[in-house]
T-cell receptor, first 115, second 109 residues
Framework: DSGVTQTPKHLITATGQRVTLRCSPR?????VYWYQQSLDQGLQFLIQYYNGEERAKGNILERFSAQQFPDLHSELNLSSLELGDSALYFC??????????????FGQGTRLTVV | DAKTTQPPSMDCAEGRAANLPCNHS???????VYWYRQIHSQGPQYIIHGLKNNETNEMASLIITEDRKSSTLILPHATLRDTAVYYCIAGGSNYKLTFGKGTLLTVNP
């Protein structure tokens, strides 16, 4: 158990819909990272927050947005869903602001299926 | 993050040491070498990281060459549960970890 909690574990929704994925970081961790893993793309970095502020953006679509709340949990919002958005979405957390010289702990992921 | 090159797959016999190589010839001086693994669609798991010196923890050893252009992850006594995709990442000096395709290590009985 990494200490990072992601909910829900599985999500099935229709195209055009909007969903929210939730992540609770390890106790004491201030950074949250979101990754998308699809079969043909591997693990793709989406976005990172540190103590409530956005710190880095990766290949995140405009239809996707995220935020980190004062209690440090984070939500990833996916809207106007397309079939290609079907993937595993992982959240990770770390204590430090950046990924340097520290380990990141990953949750077990949310499997999103868009039908 | 610096580009890394890993073999796509490797086999290892159970109980033997697994040595996973990684090439990161463009690594810069302040970039770390990280190893993570992912067991069948579970969340990636941190294994070890280092900058210049060799490192060892309860899971593995990391050997970094003196010129830092390559490294080797050593699992001293591989078990069937070590079958996973192993990712070598060179970087992390910014805010993200960039995962490549990794090496699928299969531990055989």
């Amino acid at each position: 158990d990494s200490g990072v909690t992601q909910t829900p574990k599985h999500l099935i929704t229709a195209t055009g819909q909007r969903v929210t994925l939730r992540c609770s970081p390890r106790s004491g961790d201030l950074s949250v990272y979101w990754y998308q893993q699809s079969l043909d793309q591997g693990l793709q970095f989406l976005i990172q927050y540190y103590n409530g502020e956005e710190r880095a953006k990766g290949n995140i679509l405009e239809r996707f947005s995220a935020q980190q709340f004062p209690d440090l949990h984070s939500e990833l919002n996916l809207s106007s869903l397309e079939l290609g958005d079907s993937a595993l979405y992982f959240c990770a957390s770390s204590f430090r602001e950046g990924a340097g010289n520290t380990e990141a702990f990953f949750g077990q992921g949310t499997r999103l299926t868009v039908v | 993050d610096a580009k890394t090159t890993q073999p796509p797959s490797m086999d290892c016999a159970e109980g033997r040491a697994a040595n996973l190589p990684c090439n990161h010839s463009t690594i810069s001086g302040n970039e770390y070498v990280y190893w993570y693994r992912q067991i069948h669609s579970q969340g990636p798991q941190y294994i070890i990281h280092g900058l210049k010196n060799n490192e060892t923890n309860e899971m593995a050893s990391l050997i970094i060459t003196e010129d830092r252009k390559s490294s080797t992850l050593i699992l001293p006594h591989a078990t069937l549960r070590d079958t996973a995709v192993y990712y070598c990442i060179a970087g992390g000096s910014n805010y993200k970890l960039t995962f490549g395709k990794g090496t699928l290590l299969t531990v055989n009985p």
